[in-house]
């Protein structure tokens, strides 16, 4: 079944926004219409989250999404017992619930979870494509409706939080980026309603800046932040203050590379 069978009913106002930088919409399609797992890696803030709404959306698929943490445990995906009313029920996780029922699964930022998550996604993500429920003695086999996607920021792995080439290749892969220019420019303007002719400095300043990461900012600034100052601007506030409360205070911390950066920002935005 392609895009365009399941888009009938689903009018184009309520798709969220996407403007594709490449072919990750046909692939997205060609992973679920022959169940594949995706996987989908970029800086922060690039638009993974929403490609996968708008995709989700396009192909009339339920989606569920987890963020994971540093305490997300393979329990909290798959389920566990709990006392109700006197008796102890098993409450299926949004990961069994999603292989029941059928639907997109999306672990944003899988690599923040711990490590006996991967092991629990390995069967998922293979030609068996099941879930076993030790605890509750189930082998669940994935319907055909049902997709496996999962995200990570390459660029903030170290060796404790790093995703094992075992898990990697179980996946197909996207590598997300900061849009061109034009294109950002776009999105911003869309996004906030400042008009494009006053967008093009915050894009060509966030350019800027983003050159600037691994050195003193540990990120680049993200197309989100892009538009929550583009939304203070077209609110009213001042250009600089903007500035600075959705995109240099975001970035750091430290005083002296808060200076730096401002000073960046006051050569591209007069």
């Given at each position: 079944?392609?895009?365009?069978q399941?888009l ?5 106002a309520?798709i969220?926004p996407y ?10 399609e060609?992973a679920w219409v ?10 922060t ?9 708008h995709m ?9 999404t987890?963020?994971?943490?540093d ?7 798959t389920?566990r ?9 098993w ?14 699964c ?39 409706g ?14 404790l ?5 075992s ?11 900061f849009l ?10 869309v996004?906030?309603?400042l ?14 800046l983003?050159r600037?990461k691994?050195h003193d ?10 538009v929550?100052?583009?939304c ?6 001042p250009?600089?203050?903007?500035v600075?409360a ?12 808060k200076l730096?950066?401002t ?5 591209v935005?007069?």
């Open positions: 079944m392609t895009i365009h399941k009938r009913g689903v009018t184009l309520e969220p403007i594709p930088n490449g072919n990750e919409c046909q692939l997205f060609m022959r169940q594949l797992p995706l996987l989908l890696k970029g800086p803030g690039c638009g993974k989250t929403r490609f996968v709404s989700a959306t396009r192909l009339g698929l339920p989606l569920t987890v963020s994971c943490h305490d997300l445990a393979a329990a909290d995906l389920g017992y709990l006392l109700k009313g006197g008796d102890t029920v409450v299926d996780g949004p990961l069994t619930k999603s292989v029941r029922e059928g639907g997109i999306y672990l944003d930022e899988v690599v923040e979870a711990r490590k006996d998550v991967a092991v629990v996604l390995h069967p998922l993500t293979d030609d068996r494509r099941i879930l076993p429920l030790e605890r509750t003695g189930e082998q669940l086999e994935a319907p055909p049902f997709m496996l996607v999962v995200s990570y920021n390459p660029g903030y792995q170290n060796m939080k790093a995703l094992k080439p898990t990697k290749q179980r996946f197909l892969s996207i590598e997300f980026d061109p220019k034009a294109q950002e420019i776009a999105v911003v303007a996004e906030s309603g008009d494009e002719a006053r967008v093009a400095p915050l894009v060509e300043l966030a350019a800027k983003r600037l691994g900012i540990e990120e680049g600034v993200s197309t989100r932040l892009l929550y100052c583009a203070l601007i077209d609110s009213g506030m250009v600089r203050d903007a600075r959705a995109i240099i205070e975001p970035l750091t911390d430290d005083a002296d590379v730096a950066l000073e960046v920002a006051h050569s935005i007069v």
